[in-house]
């Protein structure tokens, strides 16, 4: 396969996957339950951003806390707000240039794989609307309803092990990511592209000499 590998969060859209799933929530259950479960990592993200927490472990035990929200949930009803998370909030603020770029890629016959921490759902949903494989972080399912995350999340070495996983002989023409945590997936191209980068992730990918999109105005 001659495939090219992709964030999804602020690379193919601006929109937030948490914050489709408060709305969903919020909108179809209890806007208390939600916030009750918010109100647990307010502190943590502030300190997370000054290095005094893991951001890998604290992305965890938010995905963990927040999609036991709909433990016991029928996995049709788990698809359902994975489709609507898209409609409503992910596919709306998708990054056109994006979107134009991978076209020509597929045209010419690459395959194009959406690789993300996001719930596997959620990716698929996305997925579909670009005729893209999807890589996602897992969700346990036990007799046919929800039952929590399956770990680790698809994020930094882990994005990498499921590309091998599921593609072991793939040649990965291009990638695009938008944070530091990509560079290892970022590395894996022949061209690795940085979206609307972070602070860290522009200064590896300019010392290193690789694209960056878009381009600063002169």
Known sequence: ?????????????????WRGFRSYFKRHYSALSYNLFFSRFLLRFPLMKLGLLNRYKTMTAWMQAEIALMQGMPVGEINAMAEEVVYREMWPKCRPEMFSELKKKRLAGAQIVIVSAAYQPIVEAF????????????????????????????????KVERVLARYPD?????????????????????????????????????KRGWRVMPTKSL
């Open 170 to 206: 793939a040649h990965i023409l291009a990638a695009y990511g938008d944070t530091l945590s990509d560079v290892l997936m970022l590395e894996m191209s022949e061209q690795p592209v940085a979206v609307y980068p972070d602070r860290r992730l522009r200064r590896v990918a300019e």
């Open 127 to 158: 997925a579909r609307k670009m005729d893209a494989g999807a890589i996602g972080t897992p969700l346990l399912v036990d007799d046919g309803r929800l039952a929590g995350l399956s770990l680790p999340v698809t994020s930094g070495q882990h």
């Open 1 to 17: 396969m001659n495939g090219i590998i992709t964030d999804l969060e602020d690379t193919l859209t601006t929109g937030s996957s």
